[in-house]
């Protein structure tokens, strides 16, 4: 596997159940992101990590809850969702180069449809 | 603050067009700036990217100058073709910590 890869790419889900979403880096990165993009709306920040400390969280609600184990991997735990989270969730990470230049780079993303 | 502004879109061009997205930015100090793409169905991907004044970043075809004066980082190509069509995004970034994104012009590339 090479580059940012995220599980599942699709999920549907009730608003009473628990699931989770994985990504994973393979670029050697220090910091993770979690996004999400809805239809017509611009790209949202919810969570940054780096060196496995939380350092943004943006007024996201509780019901999600990220979790980031090490620096390769980042989890979003999503529980009693509402429909209006229905979205693409992607996952980013980001490390300084060489030449002193940060780089950003996602996943495919997963397409959560909340029933 | 640090923001970033695009035109509007949807764009939609004939093929071999020539293609401007325009980009400008707020920012404290010296940012470095990207575009980045989105096909349907995917993530963004990176397509190119400046780190100072002046510098143009470059990939398929696509270029992008970094105006410090302007404050801007049009995108351009000389001849799209339909693949071309995708969602661009463009966005900066001063701590490496923070990205902040345009909220996307969308082309369409028609043959």
């Known amino acids: 596997e090479t580059g940012v890869t995220q599980t599942p790419r699709h999920l549907v889900m009730g608003m009473t159940n628990k699931k989770s979403l994985k990504c994973e880096q393979h670029?050697?990165?220090?910091?993770m992101y979690w996004y999400k993009q809805s239809a017509k709306k611009p790209l949202e920040l919810m969570f940054v990590?780096?060196?496995?400390?939380?350092?943004e969280n943006n007024s996201v609600p509780s019901r999600f809850s990220p979790e980031c184990p090490n620096s390769s991997h980042l989890f979003l735990h999503l529980h009693t969702l509402q429909p209006e989270d229905s979205a693409l969730y992607l996952c980013?990470?980001?490390?300084?180069?060489?030449?002193?230049?940060?780089?950003?780079?996602f996943g495919p993303g997963t397409r959560l449809t909340v029933t | 603050g640090n923001s970033v502004t695009q035109m509007e879109g949807p764009v939609t061009l004939s093929e071999e067009a020539f293609l401007t997205i325009n980009c400008t930015y707020t920012?404290?100090?010296?940012?470095?700036l990207f575009w980045y793409v989105q096909y349907p169905g995917e993530g963004l991907q990176l397509l190119l990217k400046?780190?100072?004044?002046?510098d143009k970043g470059s990939n398929k075809g696509f270029e992008a100058t970094y105006r410090k004066e302007t404050t801007s980082f049009h995108l351009e190509k000389g001849s799209v073709q339909v693949s071309d069509s995708a969602v661009y995004f463009c966005?900066?970034?001063?701590?490496?910590?923070?990205?902040?994104f345009g909220t996307g012009t969308s082309l369409t590339v028609i043959p």
């Open positions: 980013a990470s980001s490390s300084r180069s060489a030449s002193g230049t940060y780089e950003q780079y």
């Open positions: 670029l050697g990165h220090n910091a």
């Open positions: 990590y780096s060196l496995e400390e939380r350092v």
């Open positions: 920012a404290t100090g010296y940012p470095s």
């Open positions: 400046a780190t100072k004044a002046d």
């Open positions: 966005a900066l970034t001063n701590t490496g910590n923070q990205f902040y």
